[in-house]
C-alpha cells in the first residue's frame, strides 16, 4: 500500500493535551453550575434518522445536514432517471441517517419518546458535539460542541431567573468580568410592532433591528423599507433607538410606551418580575441589560431572550438562548413549553485566551516525576511511585533507563513541577531527593515528607 | 407537515439522566485514573478523512465504516456506467469521509501529524463514542464509547506494569472483586509455534486457540487440522492445553518447554520482569493470570497481550490491549512503538448492573428541594436557595405555585434526599423546616444548620 500523508477533513480538530486541559476546565465549570442549578445530565446519539432532523432548520439548515451513506449496496435503488433527477430528489434512496445538528431538536425526540418517564418540570443539560457541513472560516467548525441546559413542562418566569444566575456564575467562574447579558422579551417586540402600526409584523421587524448592531440605524430603516414598512411607522421606531438609561428607567418608559398594547404590557411586565426575582434572590441586577432591540433573529421565540456578549473581545457574542412555547409540536407532542441556552464553548474557549484568563496551572496532569541513574533506582523508584499515587498524587517514572538530562526534559515538556532523583545516597537512606522546577529548591526528605509538600 | 413518530436509529441509544450518572460514575473512575498515571487527554474529530480509515480495518472493517455523503450536489460525478459498476467501486464518488471507527487510527494519524510537538513517552488516554455499522444485538451498539490509553515511543516494560496496575485500580474502585486480567505474549505464541515444528505459523495457531474458551479442545484440534497443521504438531500441544498452577509454575514449565525457541524464551523474560516490575513496586500478582493460550486473534500484537474477564457474569470480557511495534507505519512514520488497552464502558456498565454494585446515592444530583405554600415563600425560598447553593449544597426551588404534595412527588421522582418546607412559621422566625425524605426526620432549623446538616 501507498504511504499516506495523513490529514484532518476540513473544518475539524484534534485537541491536544494542552487544549484538552483548558477545554476540560470550562465544561467543568458550565457543568458544576448546571448540577448545582439541578440540573440533569442527557446524551443522545450522534446518528438520528433524516426524519427527525428534516424541516426543522429550514432549507439552508437541511443542506447543511451531514447525512450517513445507506450500509451494504446504497446504489442498489438509484436508477439512471434518479440521475437525472438529481442528488436532492434520489437523497432518499441513498440515505436514512444524519448527524446532529444541534442538541434541541434530538431534546424534543427525547422528551416525545419518554414522555411518560420524564420527570417535569423536565431540567436537563447536554454537552455534546454538533455537525455542520458549513463553509468553514475562522471560529466556524464543522464539528463544534453545544452546552444546552433547559426547563421544560413550566412557564414560571424563575427559569428565567436561574438561566441569568446561572451565566452570571460561570462567568465569574472563569474569571470575566468585562460582558453584559443582555435580555429582552418577544412579547415586547410583538408590542412595538403594534404600537407603530404593524401588528403581526415582528418577525419582519426583527430580522432587521438584529442588524443594529452590525449595519447601524440608517442601513436598517433601509431595510425596513425594503420590506414594505410605512416611513411613519420607522419614525414611531426612532425613541427606541435612541433609549438610553439603566434597566429601571427602560422599562419605565417602555411601560407607557407599550401601554397601548396589550402582549407589550405583559412583556414589560414579565421582565419585571424577573427583576424582582433577582433581587429577591439577592443578585443585583450587574452584567443584566434589558436591551429593547435585542431579536437574536430566532422566530421560535416566544418570551425571554437572552445573549451574552464579552466586550472588548474579537468574538463577542458566546451564549444565548430564550423561551419558546412548543418544543415538541413538531413531534405531535403539544404543550411542552420551556425556556433554554446555549453556552458556546469554543467561543468561550478563544475569548479566555485573548483575555489571558486560563489559569496558569491549568496543564498541569502530572505533579511529580520519579527519576533514576540505574536498575536499582527503577525498584527504588517504583516503591516511591506507589506510595505517591496511594496518597492520590498524579506521579510517573520516566520508563526507560536514560540520562537524567533526558528524564528532566520530558518533566520540563510536561510542565511537571516536581521532580526526585534517586542517587545511590538517597536510595541508601531510604529518602528522596524533591526538587521543585520552578524555585530550584530540593531537598532530601523522606517520601511521607516529600507527599506533603507536593500536596501543599 | 405530517406529524411524524420520532425513533432512534438502530443500534443506538439516549442515556437519560440516571444512565447518565452511572456512566459518569465509571467515566470519572477511569479518568482519574489514567491523570494519576501520567496520561493524557486527547480528542479527535468524529469525522476522518475515508483515505485515513480504510485499509486498516480489513475488509469486512471497511464495510463496517459508516460513510458520508459529500455536501451538495453528491451525484454530480456518477454516471450510469458507475451505477452498473456498484456502489463500491463508486464510492469514491458520492463519499470521501466517514465516522471513526476506533480510537486508534485516529491517535496515529494525530501522532504522525504532530510527531514534532509530541512529548515521547507520550502517554495518551482518549475517551470518546466510535461508530461500527455492525447488525446490532445485545450488547453490540452502532455507537458505542472506547477508552483507551496508550504509551508510544518506548519500549519499557514498565508500560506494561503502568496497564496492569489502572486495571487494577479502576476495577477495586469500581467495587469488583472476582476477575482476572490475563496476560500474555506475542513471542510465547511465536515460540509455540517453533517449538511444535510450525515456526511463522502462530497467527493461524493463535486464531484456532483464540476459541478454546468457547469451542473446547476437540474442536480446535479440528479447526488446527484444517488449517494444514499436521496431527504431530498438534500433539505437542497437549502439555500446553493442559497447563495448570500458579503464574510462577506455568513460567517455568514454559521456560523449558520453548527452551529451543530464541523468541520464546524472549516473550517467557518479558514476562517474568513484568511480575518481577509489579513486585517491586509492592503490588501483588492477584488478579493477574498468565495464559499460554491467550491470543486475542489480533495480528498486530507483538508483545505483551491483555485481556481482563469478569467471572459469573453474561459478558464477561470487559477490557483488552497489548504491545505492538508499529503504529504508524502505515502513515508512514516507522518506530512508534507501544502498548495500549482500552476499557469497555458499555460492557462494564452491564456488569455493575447485574452485579448491583452501582452506588446507591449515585443518582443524587439535587441534595434540596426547596418548597413553599404563596408568594411570600418564593422570595424568602430564592434568598434560602442562594444561601444553598453559595455554600455548594446543589438545590432547587419547585418553580410553580402547587400544592405541597406535588412539590414533593417532584423531589420524590428525582431522588433527592431532603425538602425544605417553608411554611408563614418559619419564614416570620428566620427559619426553615428541613425534611429528610429517607429518615422521615425533620427539624426548624436556622439556614446555616440546614446547610450542615445536608452537607454531613
Redesign the interface.
Known sequence: ?A???????KG??????LQ??RR?YIFDIIKDTF???????????????L??LT?KYGDEGD??L????N??????D???K??EA??VA?LSK??E?G?RYDLTVPFA??V???RN?V?Y?F??FQIQ?V?R?DRPQRGRY??FYQCDAD?VG???L??E?EILLMIKRVFSKLGLRDYSIKLNNRKVLAGLAEVIGVPGKESELCVAIDKLDKIGWVKVQEELLGRGFENEAIEKLGPIIDLKGNNKEKLNFLKVFLSSSEIGVKGIEELQSVFD?LA????DETYVDFDVVLARGLSYYTGAIFEVKVNNVTIGSVSGGGRYDNLTG???LDGVSGVGFSFGVDRIYDVLEELDLFPKDQLV??KVLVTYFDEEG??YG??T??AL?EA??????F??LAKIKKQFT?AD??QIPFVIVLGSEEIKNDLVSLKNLKTGEQSSLTVKEAIELVKL
Open positions: 500500500m504511504i499516506q500523508k495523513p490529514s484532518l477533513p475539524t480538530r484534534d485537541f491536544g493535551p484538552m486541559a476540560n448540577k448545582l442549578f439541578g440540573f440533569q445530565q442527557l446524551e443522545t446519539p450522534a446518528m438520528e434518522n426524519s427527525t424541516g443542506q447543511l451531514f447525512k450517513i451513506l450500509s451494504g449496496d446504497y446504489l442498489k438509484v436508477t439512471s434518479d440521475l438529481g442528488s434520489t441513498v440515505s441517517k448527524l425526540r427525547y416525545v419518546m419518554n418517564e420527570t418540570p431540567k436537563r458535539p455537525w457541513a464543522r464539528e426547563v413550566t412557564d414560571s424563575i427559569c431567573l426575582l429577591s434572590y439577592g443578585s413538531v413531534f405531535g496532569g502530572t527503577v525498584s517504583l516503591k511511585l506507589a499515587r492520590g498524587v498524579e506521579s510517573e517514572l520508563p526507560d520530558y515538556k510536561k
